[in-house]
Every structure is written in C-alpha cells, then in structure tokens.
C-alpha cells in the first residue's frame, strides 16, 4: 500500500491503538517552557508520578523573559515568577535547563533545529501551537495542552485520533522580493484561518525544495494559523548537509546510519491524501495582513476586500473597526510607527542577513522604534560575528537580547495601544502584542522596508 510521509512516521510510532481507533503515539522529544509546564509539574508532585525519561525533555525559558539586561534579575513580577519556577522544577527533577545566560537558551522552535536535537522521522511536542516549526525537518511536530505535557512527562505517550492528510504543492520560481513568509500568507489567504482544520499538511513542489531550511520552518510555523494540527515537508540534501555536525546531531557513523533511515522518508508516489491544493510561486507577491487572524492577508498591490462570506459580516467588520482600516483600502502608504522582527516564524540568523543586507548604508525613518529579537543566544552571537549589529546599530534599530518578545506581549515589549506593528510573527489578534495593538504581519523584507520609509511600501521597488 502507498503511504505518505506521514503515514510512515505516525506508524512507526504507534504503541497500541485502542477503542474507537485512537492511538497511542510514543514520543520521541518534549520540549518544555516556563509557561505550560509549572501545572505539569504541579500534576506530577501531586499524585506522587515520577518522571519518565527525562533524557527526552529539552527545557528553555523564551516566552515571559526580558529581551535587554538578561544579566539583571527580571523585573515583572509575573515572569520573574514563571522563570524561577521553571528553574526550580528542573533543577527538582534533574532535567538540564537551557535558562537565561546559557549559550543555547532561546525560543524552543529555534534552538531544537540549530542544536540538532531535531531531525527527520521524529516526533515532537512542546506546550505551544508553533511546534509545528519542526516538521521543516520531516518530522510529525505539534502543540499540546497542559494536561499531555503531563501525559507525555509521565508515560512519553499520548493518546490521539490519527489527523486527515492535505498535500499543498507550490511550483515555479519566486520573484525576487519574496520569501518564504509571503508563500504562507499567500496560502493562509486563499484557503483561511481555518482551511486546514482537522488535517497535517504536507508541503512539497519545485518552489518548498528551492527553499533554505530557515525558509521552509517558517512555512511550516504557520501551518497552525489555518487551523491544521502540523505541517511537515520530506527532508532532503539540503536538510542532511543542516543537520550535519550540529552539536547534539548524530556523529560519524552514526550519522551515516541514520541517512540511511531518513532517505526512506518520502511519501509514495500515487499515495492518496484526503485533499490537495496547487499554487503557482509566480503568482505570490509581497503580503501583508489587515485584519485580526492571519488569514486575512492581502499582495501588497491589492486593496482590503469585502467579505466573501454573508454570514461572516459582523465578524469581519469588527475586525476592521479594530485595525481602523475600511473596504477598499490600500495598505501601501499606511504609517507604521513600530516595527518588530523576530518571533519563532522570523528569527534565525537567515532573517537577520536579509534585513541587514537590506539596510545597510540607510536609516530608519523618524517616525518608527524598530525591535530586532533573535531568536536565541547563538544567532545573537552569530550576527556579532558577522558584524550584523553594527549595521544594525548604524541604521538606528535596536538589536536585543533572544526571547519571544512582542510575538505575545507576555513580557516587558509591548505596543502602545492604537499603534500600527508591522511584525514578522504568527498572529495579529486583537491585542496579541499589547492591548489595543495593531498588528499587520509580513515578511522580514517588507518589515525592513516599512521601518526605512515609516510606511508600507512594495519592498520590490526598493531592490
């Protein structure tokens, strides 16, 4: 019988399946934060469990941490308190923390790749939707809720109704000025913030193999924006030559080994999914959202449309009453007085290269504060390196310290209320980034262009 990529994973991790057809799904890495795992703990003390193999735990702090003066104890009470609990409870439980001042701290869908503690064929869980960030790899990565970080910290097993399988193929050449970011929007536009509901997507064509890896996460980082349970794309030489000799990938013969394992992770041809999509890489341009989920993307030389669906009307004229914006506008023009680039989705040392390339010999505008966040401590060490900070620095943007940062406003970097954000994270819900803020997602190059002109223009004029 004909399988898919992730037929092939998803069995070779069942354990047993049970009444009803659910299954129970052994887990190969659980990745843990200072914001879902202090119940968990609380679960495990409570009824006297221990931990399982804390061998597969890999822990980190990355959401309520400070992104300037780490060195300096956290002023927020709330996540100074999260923080230490965090600290506390590996330290109780013996698992090695990756906290604030250690060479790999930073966002957990940041630090498994480039540590190489994320390969193809595994499966992978973290208390937080973005874990589909993994599936870049050829992995079955997800978020999970409190009660099966429990679950999974004491049997490494979870109990799951196996997902539908989509395909989204995507063929052709980008033109130049598009990312990969642009590619998700483009397909969260057409199919909507609830388009994948129900299903695992598989990303493959010529355009997803033309890809870097730092390209293909992002794709994958949103896959959960349309409402899908993961995303995940075949691994290739392209994702081999990434892992290779990363500090906790496969060594010697060892890596050779597991070659031989992931060159067998591919879906068959003529295997079936329950529902595909074809899109064209000529027809995606620079996107911008201009609502309040992230499927209400628009190309950047398109106008904000009427709503297609009747019974959605109130819906959707809350969501421009809160953006402030009307039917028929047009984005180009917009003032945009913050700019934020980082998050799981934009981050890694790929990005950094692409704006500072961007900037370099410009300034920013009066008008906007711009916030760079890596997304861990060594692509902030990699970018000194490379003298990216002085680029960075002479263009008047702000290059902090790695952290999740105004993603999700649960830290210090927040946007005032009423204020524009044109950010390079996952969402744009109403007061995501600060209550009252106004976000408008878009990739790094469009970003690094609104923060040089103090408005939103097409990138592809200023290449």
């Known amino acids: ?12 991790h069942v354990v047993d399946t ?27 003390e409570k009824r006297g469990v221990p931990l399982f193999r804390k061998e597969k735990i890999v822990a980190t702090a990355d959401h309520n941490v400070p992104t300037l003066n780490q060195h300096l104890p ?17 330290e109780k439980f ?20 480039e540590l190489g503690i994320t390969r193809p064929g595994m499966t992978i869980v973290c208390g937080d939707s973005h874990t589909s960030t993994h599936g870049a790899f050829g992995s079955i990565a997800f978020g999970i809720g409190t ?34 970011k642009d590619i998700i929007l483009y397909i969260l536009s057409k199919l909507t913030a609830s388009g994948g509901t129900g299903y695992f997507i598989e990303y493959a064509g010529s355009t997803i193999r033309s890809l870097s890896m730092e390209a293909r996460m992002t794709i994958c980082n949103m896959s959960i924006e349309m409402g899908a349970r993961g995303g995940l794309i075949a691994p290739d030489e392209k994702t081999l030559e990434y892992i290779k000799g990363r500090r906790f990938a496969p060594q010697g013969e060892q890596f050779e080994k597991a070659v031989t394992f992931w060159k067998t992770l591919f879906t068959d041809e003529d295997a079936t999914f329950d529902k595909e999509y074809h899109f064209q890489a000529e027809d995606i341009v620079p996107m911008v959202t201009y609502g309040t989920n992230p499927g209400m993307g628009i190309k950047i030389t398109d106008s904000i449309p009427a709503p297609i669906d009747a019974s959605n009307t109130k819906s959707y004229d809350k969501s421009l009453e809160y953006m402030n914006f009307k039917t028929g506008n047009s984005l180009i023009g917009q003032k945009v007085n913050y ?37 861990s401590k060594q692509v902030q060490l990699q970018a000194q390196r490379e003298g990216l900070d002085k680029i960075f620095e002479a263009a008047g943007f702000e290059l902090r310290e790695p952290g999740c940062s105004a993603c999700l406003g649960m830290n ?8 524009y954000c044109i ?20 990739s790094p190059l469009m970003a690094a262009a609104t923060a040089v002109t103090g408005e939103i223009v097409d990138v592809r004029a200023m290449l």
């Open 18 to 44: 049970v009444d009803g057809g659910r299954n129970i799904l052994y887990i190969d890495k659980h990745f843990i934060h200072e914001v879902t795992s202090p119940q968990a703990f609380a679960g495990l």
């Open 339 to 375: 700019v934020f680039i980082g998050s799981c989705t934009n981050s890694r040392i790929e990005d950094l290269r692409l704006v500072a390339d961007f900037v370099k010999g410009k300034s920013k505008a009066d008008n906007t504060t711009v916030w760079i966040v890596p997304g």
């Open 147 to 180: 009660s099966q970080v429990e679950q999974v910290m004491t049997t490494q097993c979870l109990l799951l109704q196996k997902p539908k399988r989509m395909r989204i193929t995507i063929d052709g050449e980008l033109q130049n000025g598009v990312l990969s």
């Open 74 to 90: 956290i002023v927020d009470p709330l996540s100074r308190t999260q923080v230490n609990t965090l600290i506390e409870n590996c």
């Open 423 to 442: 950010s390079t994270s996952n969402r744009n819900f109403e007061g995501r980034q600060g209550q009252g803020a106004r976000t408008i997602l878009a």
């Open 1 to 12: 019988m004909k399988k898919t990529l992730f037929d092939k994973i998803w069995e070779q």
């Open 94 to 113: 013996g698992i090695e923390l990756y906290g604030l001042g250690h060479q790999y701290q930073g966002i957990v869908h940041v630090i498994g790749p």
């Open 412 to 419: 210090e970097d927040k946007i005032p209320k009423g204020e």
